[in-house]
């Protein structure tokens, strides 16, 4: 499938890739802001059904993946570094709050504090700050898929298509076979299982899969996914106590990755781009910011969910907030807390720069760097 040196390195594969045009890709682009604000509206409202709307992790995971095998066009061992560099700097500077918050509080922690420096399981914390760093799940998982990527790259060109549609097994084996143990590995294996199709989606999308696949092979199969996972959500809800699919892995692998490969399959194979974007400048904008501050505000929302509440209760005090602003409408909260990530995203998307060895900068502009680049 493709030349590979030996050692740590991933060679350039030898099969043709698909053009592709310089600058942004602002598909993806938007994709990744729609994930975002998809993911502070969840916990924000706690709608239950935004999940079947856009599953915004599989999302991330399926873009993540493509600029992931796009990267390891290059040595690995230099990849690796580069992606663990870009991750780390910006979850430090984030966890030295959370974790200096919850040691204020009284929170003492164990030798599992080293999960605190990398997160190669989920790191401890105190109840009263969980809302704050629970959403460590994610960079765990995004950490492990880059670490294992040289690997399941290297399997995925043996046989794409086979490989890619195989990677739904391992969620059904803990779903029906086999019993994920307790703790921080059952909870990092349960999440690469779900994920693993979304992420060699990207993949298969890299490499020009998708593009060569007739519609009537795809369009099928992921309609078909997406039943499953649909059916499965609705038919369990006594078992998980909801229809979330946060709470449901199997339905959440299914429905996500039937969802995500519509949407890699019109990228790929009608060449979408929305090009359009351009012409709206100011949008165009927001979305390049999103995307050169994915980490950042991913990071912080929580965060500036949690400090939107003491401050709504402030405004409370002042009798013109009282009589003219939807001071008790979570739609007022969720207002507020897109003004303090913009605060954050100020005040702290620099670290952003600085881990990817660029000039810190308030606002970027122009191409940027992602979470998944």
């Known amino acids: 499938m493709g030349a590979h040196s030996k050692g740590a390195t991933v060679a350039v594969p030898a099969r043709p890739e698909p053009a592709r045009r310089p600058g942004r890709d602002r598909y993806f682009d938007t994709l990744r802001a729609v994930a975002l604000v998809r993911v502070v509206a969840y916990h924000t409202f706690g709608w239950a059904w935004a999940g079947l709307v856009f599953p915004s992790m599989g999302v991330m995971f399926g873009l993540a993946g493509t600029l992931m095998a796009t990267s390891l066009q290059r040595p690995a061992l230099t990849v690796l570094g580069s992606r663990i560099r870009r991750l780390l700097?910006?979850?430090?500077?984030?966890?030295?709050?959370?974790?200096?918050?919850?040691?204020?509080?009284?929170?003492?922690?164990?030798?599992?504090?080293?999960?605190?420096?990398?997160?190669?399981?989920?790191?401890?914390?105190?109840?009263?700050?969980?809302?704050?760093?629970?959403?460590?799940?994610?960079?765990?998982?995004?950490?492990?898929?880059?670490?294992?990527?040289?690997?399941?790259?290297?399997?995925?060109?043996?046989?794409?298509?086979?490989?890619?549609?195989?990677?739904?097994?391992?969620?059904?084996?803990?779903?029906?076979?086999?019993?994920?143990?307790?703790?921080?590995?059952?909870?990092?294996?349960?999440?690469?299982?779900?994920?693993?199709?979304?992420?060699?989606?990207?993949?298969?999308?890299?490499?020009?899969?998708?593009?060569?696949?007739?519609?009537?092979?795809?369009v099928p199969l992921a309609l078909g996914a997406l039943a499953y996972g649909g059916w499965y959500a609705f038919e369990h809800q006594a078992e998980y106590g909801t229809y979330d699919l946060d709470e449901n892995p199997l339905a959440q692998a299914f429905w996500s990755a039937g969802f995500v490969t519509l949407l890699m399959y019109a990228k790929a194979r009608f060449r979408t781009d929305f090009a359009g974007l351009a012409r709206f400048r100011r949008l165009d904008r927001v979305v390049a910011v999103f995307n050169a501050r994915a980490v950042t505000i991913y990071l912080w929302h929580e965060i500036a969910l949690i400090l939107a509440v003491p401050l709504i209760d402030r405004f409370w005090d002042v009798p013109a907030f009282e009589a003219y602003l939807p001071l008790d409408s979570q739609w007022f909260m969720f207002g507020v807390g897109w003004v303090l990530i913009a605060v954050f995203v100020l005040l702290c998307g620099w670290v952003e720069d600085l881990a990817a060895r660029r000039k810190p900068r308030l606002l970027p502009g122009g191409r940027t760097a992602t979470m998944g680049q």
Do not use: N
């Not at 994610?138 to 399941?152: G, K, M």
């Open 89 to 218: 700097p910006p979850f430090w500077f984030w966890g030295v709050f959370v974790v200096g918050a919850m040691l204020v509080h009284g929170w003492m922690p164990g030798w599992q504090i080293v999960y605190w420096v990398v997160p190669l399981g989920d790191p401890p914390g105190d109840a009263w700050a969980e809302q704050a760093w629970e959403i460590v799940w994610y960079l765990r998982t995004y950490l492990w898929f880059v670490l294992l990527s040289p690997l399941l790259l290297k399997v995925f060109w043996l046989a794409p298509v086979p490989v890619l549609l195989a990677s739904l097994v391992p969620v059904v084996v803990l779903r029906y076979a086999w019993q994920p143990p307790d703790g921080r590995l059952g909870s990092a294996l349960t999440d690469l299982a779900t994920f693993l199709f979304c992420w060699l989606l990207g993949f298969a999308h890299h490499d020009g899969v998708l593009a060569r696949l007739k519609p009537a092979a795809v």
